[in-house]
């Protein structure tokens, strides 16, 4: 069977106890490959080849190490096909989304930071006559960065990239439910001559080797992308330590919509937001709220949609949705479809595990879920869910919905639909949430700040906001 394996200083290597852990295929519940189950000893000596590493890096010229990370890119676009199938395995997603959003957005996020860092420049500020401060941005040193499985390549370059860009090394770490694509990437390192240790890429359970980069005394800051609850957990044990820390983390989202907008706009756009990826992404809006003049004709067109979605195997060209993502992930989906409808909700349609035939036999197909009638403070619409199932509410005024949206602990995204623009104004400025879509979803450009507030995460990623993450402003004084 195939063994993933750990990249550090330059080397694919067995974790140091050669303990391994089972990889499991969602679309066919199989054991197909071997991931390290590493821990801390790994982690020290990721740590120690990104120290030896630093010194060489943080100093090469800027655009030396643009040319190394665009090498990357590029190879991440000749290997798309064999990175997207890959993708599309560990994860279950239809292959079809690996191709045309996971990978092609990898090679971006390499790409764009590799051209970002040349325009990254610091501000002066001139005192007085013959005085003047200016800010020196220089890399923290070794950075850690973790990952979560929904959008495993896509989120882990998207740390890895700013963090490299930036002049520091880092040591990484993919979730372990979907560490391939990491470990192809460490495979298009080497190829790419990345220098040994500037990249360091360390598999296993949260709770060991992330754990470990959390409390090691030389990683400097954290990136980290997953749940709410983790990252509790990361900052109770990093902050003591003032590490610098940058937490995205789970989301609630409500996608709302006015009885004056584009109707066939809304209603399209809101089956991809609801389900793509089989729900599993943070910013899908999981409750929608239908102004009532509009509701019934809403739900019937909605329904009738997602009626016709087709839950399949990942390689089907058809396949609307895939797999989930593990067994344990199915579960709680299907216990929160239990509870929806313990807390009086009715299932307009979906609402089961889907069986397929074949070798696919025990995969985690769920069918898509649309529930309606639920208080709007109840745990289903309270708590992320993570999974296709969406709740729909009617309202009646602005003032109500927004209290309704605003209702969550998290404060990720938010999707309005109005043709109204003064009315799209209001709702921009008072929705609770890092990121509010207007007429859209998922329309992304990567120089904006990406976060969320509330329990949604602390700090923003994306263009220079991620470059000055990874970076120490130092003001220099100087009296002329
Ligand atoms: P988790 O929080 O379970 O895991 C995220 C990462 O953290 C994994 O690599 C995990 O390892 C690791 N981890 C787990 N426990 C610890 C620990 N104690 N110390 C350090 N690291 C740890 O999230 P999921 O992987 O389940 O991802 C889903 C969550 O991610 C959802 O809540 C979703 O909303 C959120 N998310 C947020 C996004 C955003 O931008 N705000 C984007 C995408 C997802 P392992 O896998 O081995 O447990």
Not at 209 to 222: E, L, N
Not at 227 to 233: D, N
Not at 260 to 289: K, Y
Request: charged letters at 20%; a negative charge.
């Amino acid at each position: 069977m195939q063994k993933i394996l750990n990249y550090i200083n330059g080397e694919l290597i067995t974790p140091k106890n050669n303990q391994w852990l089972d990889n499991y295929q969602p679309a066919t519940g199989e054991v197909y490959s071997l991931i390290p189950d590493s821990d801390a000893d790994d982690i020290a000596l990721a740590t120690e080849a990104a120290k030896a590493a630093f010194p060489s890096w943080s100093t090469m010229p800027v655009g030396e190490r643009s040319k190394i990370m665009l090498r990357i890119a590029e190879l991440i676009e000749e290997k798309l096909p064999e990175l997207a199938k890959a993708e599309s395995i560990d994860n279950g997603k239809p292959l079809s989304l690996a191709t045309t959003v996971d990978i092609p957005r990898a090679r971006d996020n390499f790409h764009f930071f590799a051209t970002g860092i040349i325009h990254f420049a610091s501000e002066a500020h001139p005192m007085e006559d013959k005085v003047v401060n200016y800010t020196l941005r220089q890399p923290i040193g070794v950075v850690g960065c973790i990952s979560p499985w929904n959008l495993p390549l896509y989120l882990f370059t998207w740390k890895i990239a700013p963090a490299l860009a930036a002049g520091n090394c880092v040591v990484a770490k993919p979730s372990e439910v979907t560490p391939m694509t990491a470990f192809l990437l460490s495979k298009i390192c080497q190829e790419a001559g990345l220098p040994k240790g500037v990249l360091n890429i360390v598999h296993g359970l949260g709770q060991k080797v992330g754990d470990a980069i959390t409390v090691h005394k030389d990683i400097k800051a954290i990136s980290f992308t997953g749940g709410t609850k983790t990252g509790a957990t990361i900052a109770s044990k990093a902050a003591p330590m003032f590490k610098k820390l940058s937490l995205e983390l789970g989301g609630k989202n409500p996608n709302i919509i006015f009885a004056d907008c584009d109707f066939e706009d809304a209603l399209t756009t809101s089956v991809r937001s609801s389900f793509a990826n089989q729900g599993q992404i943070c910013l899908c809006g999981s409750r929608i709220f239908i102004e009532r003049s509009i509701y019934t004709q809403f739900c019937d067109a909605f329904v009738e949609k997602i009626k016709q979605l087709k839950v399949s195997f990942p390689t089907d060209p058809d396949a609307n949705l895939g797999a989930v993502v593990s067994k344990p992930h199915l579960e709680k989906v299907l216990s929160y479809i239990q509870l929806a409808k313990e807390e009086g909700g009715t299932v307009l349609c979906g609402g089961n595990q889907v069986h397929l035939d074949g070798e696919y036999t025990n995969g985690y197909y769920l069918e898509p879920t649309v529930i309606e009638g639920l208080e709007y403070t109840c745990r289903t619409n309270q708590e992320e869910i993570f999974g296709p199932v969406v709740t729909l509410t009617p309202f009646d005024t602005e003032e109500e919905v927004l209290q309704m949206a605003n209702s969550v602990e998290y404060g990720l995204a938010a999707t309005v639909w109005t043709e109204n623009l003064k009315r799209a104004h209001r709702m921009g400025q008072k929705i609770e949430a890092g990121i509010v879509w207007i007429n859209c979803w998922l329309l992304r450009d990567l120089r904006t700040p990406f976060g969320g507030m509330k329990n949604s995460g602390v700090g923003r990623e994306g263009g220079f906001e991620a470059l000055k993450f990874f970076t120490e402003p130092k003001n220099v004084c100087i009296k002329l």
